[in-house]
């Protein structure tokens, strides 16, 4: 796929599982347990680049689209798209990474807390912003004063809870990013995947649901 269907199959699927895990043997258990539930894109760290970038071929044979997270320099992005990697989520605001981004035809997901900083990744051209740490910064209602005042952003809701983020995506958030409320290390430690499949059934259909009711 191009950079425009890229970004347009990553506002469609609007859920984003970042997975961390010490194994391929583990995220291969939690990639398919996940598929099963629905979930069609992933992150992985940069930080295990190295150690499952071999298996990123794979999992997107599998159908997912695979993102590289926790970026912060150019060269890291581009020896991600080496390895396969269909996005790329900077965990700074960087104009280098949008720029290497841009010139590798993928899209790029620049990480902003303040107004500032997602005004900057906007004026970056970045094609999604994602906001950390919005639970404390006001939840949902914060969500909505950013749209206001820059409602061409087209939102990530970093490390959603798994209940309760509906209202984001009443605020204006696209795409939800769950990481630590899916406790994907202590699942996997006890073997469950059913539970983690169960858990992302639940996030899959209740993104549907609301998208039917304001359809």
Known sequence: MNKTDLTAAISEIGIIVAVRVSSEQQLLRVASALLDGGIRALELAYTTNRSVGSLIQELKGSGFLIGVGAV???????????FGADFITASVTTPDVVSACEEMKIPCILS????????????????FVKITAAEALGGP??????????PALQLVGADMPLDGY????????????????????????????AE??????????TRE?????IA
Do not use: C, N
Request: charged content about 30%.
């Open 72 to 82: 912060t320099r150019s060269a890291q992005a581009r020896e991600a798209r080496a």
């Open 112 to 127: 902003g807390l303040t107004p500032t900083e997602v005004w900057r990744a906007h004026e970056m051209e970045a094609d």
């Open 141 to 150: 209602p914060y969500i909505r004063s950013l749209r206001e005042t820059l």
């Open 166 to 193: 509906v209202p984001y995506l009443e605020a204006g958030v696209e795409v939800l990013e769950f990481q630590s409320s899916l406790e994907l290390p202590r699942l996997v430690e006890g073997g469950a995947w």
């Open 196 to 205: 983690i499949s169960r858990r992302a059934a639940k996030i899959v259909t």
């Open 209 to 213: 649901d609301w998208k039917a009711e």
